[in-house]
């Protein structure tokens, strides 16, 4: 059983930059991130396998960043340019040998 543990999530102004990080306690082969906003289904924000090989959705090209310490198990987005539409519980996730693993979640709030 693998478990994600994330950080990094707080209050940030418009315009303002955030790091999350999620870290596994075990080797995983596709690490990313997922957000859910109140009233929303969960989204995919990006993801990235042990290869480097990354996929973005389309909301967050040119701002986030999804990037991995494969010798840490650990995960890290870096969100440039955080708009208020980008508040949402952020959640680590882990695909690896067919199974699907979820952090607790890391509040994001983008607000004035």
């Known amino acids: 059983q693998v478990q994600l543990v994330e950080s990094g999530g707080g209050l940030v102004q418009p315009g303002g930059s955030l790091r999350l990080s999620c870290a596994a306690t075990?080797?995983?082969?596709?690490m990313g991130w997922y957000r859910q906003a109140p009233g929303k289904q969960r989204e995919l924000v990006a993801v990235i396998t042990s290869g480097g090989s990354t996929n973005y959705a389309p909301f967050v090209k040119g701002r986030f960043t999804i990037s991995r310490d494969n010798a840490k198990n650990t995960v890290y987005l870096q969100m440039n340019s955080l708009k208020p539409e980008d508040t949402a519980v952020y959640y680590c996730?882990?695909?690896?040998?067919?199974?699907?693993?979820w952090g607790q979640g890391t509040q994001v709030t983008v607000s004035s």
């Open positions: 996730n882990g695909k690896t040998g067919g199974l699907n693993y």
């Open positions: 075990g080797s995983i082969y596709v």
